[in-house]
Structure formats: C-alpha cells, structure tokens
C-alpha cells in the first residue's frame, strides 16, 4: 500500500547530516521527500516458505500431518522455537527460506498480516 503524503520530519535528519533536512533526498523539513527517497516505503504481501525436518509418529500419514499443522491444535509460532534452535546451532536459515512476493498490500492486509502499516511510518 503506498501512501500520498510524505512530509519531511524531523526524524529524516541524522546526526551526521544537516539538522533541517532529510539526510538521503536533501529535502527540507516540512517539503515532501523526493520520489527515489528510501524514507519512502509502501506494504507489500509476501509468502515466507521455509523447509525443515521435524519428528511426528511413525504411523502418521500425509493427511494426518497436514491436519496436525494446519487444522490441529499445533500452534504456528512454534515452529519459532524450531528456526531459533538451528540458529543457535550457528545455522543459517537462508539455505531453508524462500521470500514470494505476492501482491501490494492494502489496508485489509496491513490489518490481518500486518506489524507495519504505511501511513504509522516516519516521514
């Protein structure tokens, strides 16, 4: 989701930079941000796919996985706990994750998938 008014702040100075405007488009505070700013951002939909092994019954079959995971009582978020271990075991998870970009978000997205939303962030 893009947003129309991107009004320079004080929050775009940085300390090495000059304190009356944005240190990366060298606008001035109360102008708008130049179109190739980074300051600038919109929401976007993306699917994160990662691959792990994980230990479940042996008698288990395709469909009763499935359902374990997605419809069960197994709550998403621990597969946090799974991603954090292999980090602690100086694992990487770029070898096991892959980003799809799926759409540009909208105000329904930012509401149901979101932590950002565009028009929160600083200007």
């Not at 009004?7 to 190739?36: L, W």
Request: charged residues 35%.
């Amino acid at each position: 989701m893009k947003r129309e008014d991107w009004t320079v702040s004080e929050s775009s100075a940085r300390p090495a930079g000059r304190p009356d405007r944005c240190f990366y488009c060298g606008q001035m505070i109360g102008e708008q941000h130049k179109n190739n700013c980074v300051i600038k951002s919109r929401t976007v939909v993306v699917d994160f796919t990662f691959r792990t092994v994980l230990s479940v019954p042996e008698h288990w079959d395709e469909e009763q996985i499935r359902f374990h995971y997605n419809d069960g009582t197994w709550c998403t978020d621990n597969i946090l706990s799974e991603l954090n271990e292999r980090s602690s075991e100086m694992r990487c998870g770029c070898d096991i994750c892959e980003a799809k970009y799926i759409r540009e978000a909208d105000e329904n997205d930012e509401r149901e998938y979101g932590l950002t939303f565009v028009n929160l962030e600083d200007s």
